[in-house]
Structure formats: C-alpha cells, structure tokens
C-alpha cells in the first residue's frame, strides 16, 4: 500500500478528557476552508483563509440539549456566497431529539444566527441522519431520514437564499416495502441548473442497495438503483457514501456494499475499488476523488491513480474540493485530522 505525503496538515484535540471531537465536516472555496464538528451536545466552527495552512481558533455555533452525533450524525457545513450554513439534527428530550436545524453567519464564522427550524415535524428526524449540499443561486438541500408516518422515509428541504429560509420540507420516497434502510445517512447533491439529487440506502425485497433520485423541482422524482449487484441483509450497515456532480453534470458515487467500496458513474456501472467502509467522495476538476477506511487506515484514491494511498489513521473520513484541490478530515483517538489530501 502506498503512502501519500501531505501538503498540509491539522490536528485538533480536545479541551478536555472525556470530551471528544467528532464528525467532522469541510467545504472548501478557493483558499477557504471551513470546519465543523461536534463536541458532546454542542457544535463548533472553524476558518482557514491560508488553504489550509492554519485555523481560526473554534466558535461555538449552537448548542441542543441532546445533539445527534456520531457514526455519521452530526453537523454539516455549507458555503453559500458570502454566508456559511450549517446544520444539525437536536432536540430537548432524549427520545425525540430529531429536529433538522440550521445556523447561518455572514461575518466569517465569527458569529452565528439563532437555530432555524429546517424540518416541519418535531422529532421527525430523531434517528439523527441528515445530509447537506450548496449549489448556485443561492441555493442550499438538506435531507434526512424521517419517522413522521412511523416508518424510515427519506425527505428533504431547499432554501434558495442561502440558508436565511427553507421551504416546506417534502417527502422524497417512500419504499414500497414499507420503511428504506433506518441506519445509513443520505447524501445530497445539486447540478448546474439547480437540479436536486439524492443518495440513500434502500430496502427492496430484503436487500441494501444504494439508490439515487433526481428532480428538476423538488417534486417528482426520477428513481434509480445505483450500480449492478445487490446485498441481502438483514440488519443496517449505518454506512451512507458520497456524492457529486463533475463539470458536464455527470452524477459520481461511492458507497460500500458488504465489505467492498464501489464507484459508479451517470452509466450506473460499479467499480470495486478496494476494501473497507465509510465511503467518501469530492468532485475535483480532474474528476472524482475516493476516501474510505480500511480498519485503522484512511485511504484516498485520486483521478489517474493506479491505487489508493495511505493519508492517516482513523475513523469516518470526509472530503471536500475545490478546482483540483482537495482537503480530508476525520476522526482520531478523540481528536479531528484535516489535511490536504490532493
């Protein structure tokens, strides 16, 4: 296996024993990168205007007095013209702390809005599985797994001033089985022309599979299986993927089925490109880059690589690119590793 050596490099540690730093989140644009993470039932923020070369030191964004978090729960980070959005799923009662929230700044980070209710049904999110996505025109598609009917949907909701106001939240599907996948965190996406999309894992006929949806308006939805095989299972794997869009509006994805991460394209073909789970995926300008974790390893695999690369130790690796830049963060031994990873 090879090793990758990093451009640059941040490591993050707790304040305090027994106060852990997880799920972290970036987006990045041009020489800015934004951080998000949580730490017990709070979430906090921080800037590199320098790519990645040092941090602002972190901001308090909000707090819940039970915040979703870890194994893919917890905030997201979006930047939106001159606004930075975040989200995360909270609540006052343990039990019915599934309430998708959103803060927004507009001075950098420095400071943050109240909390903002993004979906319209309390504790309708309380499995604590949400996703978010920037687009253009201020656009900003958060979505999440939703109890409201008392079976696992997947809905949705759209702001288009960045992240000021939100839509009535829609259902985006329902499976005919009765309830999709309860573990696994969706992914969103938006195209070019303000085109909504959607990853999830399904559950059809006793299998876990990985779809997508599409939709010009929000409304109906185009719905397709990801990929050729299928995986028979009767449990939750709690493992989402990642998604993106490249420059021709061609849909990429990476997720995990058994113990194997695959790829696919607008074609909807797979390609096993190694072992592991906990997939991520960032469209770079040469195409689309690949992390996943293969027990204590972090690998990344890059456009026109004949392999993945080693980039770190640790657990839920995320990506986020800008141009053909691209910066990973994830969690270790209580501490967050970001660094540029391409």
């Excluded at 997720?255 to 995926?281: C, F, H, M, P, Q």
């Excluded at 980039?311 to 053909?324: E, I, R």
């Amino acid at each position: 296996m090879l090793f990758l050596a990093l451009l640059f490099a941040l490591r993050l540690t707790p304040d305090a024993p027994g106060a852990p730093l997880k799920q972290p989140q970036l987006a990045v644009d041009g020489k800015t990168v934004a951080l998000t993470y949580g730490v017990g039932n709070s979430v906090f923020f921080s800037r590199s205007d320098t790519a990645g070369r040092s941090f602002s030191a972190p901001v308090r964004v909000g707090d819940g007095v039970y915040l979703a978090l870890g194994n893919h729960r917890g905030p997201r980070v979006a930047m939106v013209g001159d606004a930075v959005v975040v989200t995360a799923i909270t609540g006052a009662v343990r039990g019915k702390d599934g309430d998708v929230v959103s803060w927004r700044s507009v001075d950098g980070g420095r400071t943050w809005s109240a909390p903002t209710p993004v979906s319209g049904v309390p504790a309708a999110a309380r499995e604590g599985l949400h996703g978010m996505a920037a687009g253009p025109g201020g656009r900003v598609w958060v979505v999440w797994l939703d109890l409201r009917d008392g079976a696992m949907r997947l809905y949705g909701a759209l702001s288009k001033d960045a992240g000021k106001t939100w839509e009535q939240d829609r259902e985006i599907y329902a499976s005919p089985d009765g309830h999709i996948c309860e573990c696994c965190h969706p992914t969103p996406a938006i195209g070019a022309k303000g085109e909504l999309y959607v990853m999830w894992r399904n559950w059809l006929g006793g299998s876990r599979d990985m779809y997508r949806a599409v939709s010009q308006d929000g409304k109906v939805w185009d719905v397709k299986k990801l990929g050729q095989g299928t995986w028979p299972l009767n449990a939750c794997p709690m493992d989402g993927g990642g998604l993106g869009l490249d420059r021709q509006d061609r849909l990429h994805s990476a997720w995990r089925r058994d113990g194997v991460i695959y790829r696919t394209t607008s074609d909807g073909k797979e390609v096993a490109i190694g072992k592991g789970k906990n997939a991520a995926l960032a469209m770079a300008a040469s195409g689309p880059v690949v992390a996943w974790q293969d027990g204590p390893s972090i690998l990344v695999q890059a456009p026109g690589a004949k392999g993945p690369v080693v980039v770190g130790t640790g657990a839920f690796p995320v990506l986020a690119a800008s141009g053909d830049v691209v910066f990973g963060a994830w969690e270790s031994d209580g501490a967050i590793s970001v660094e540029r990873v391409r």
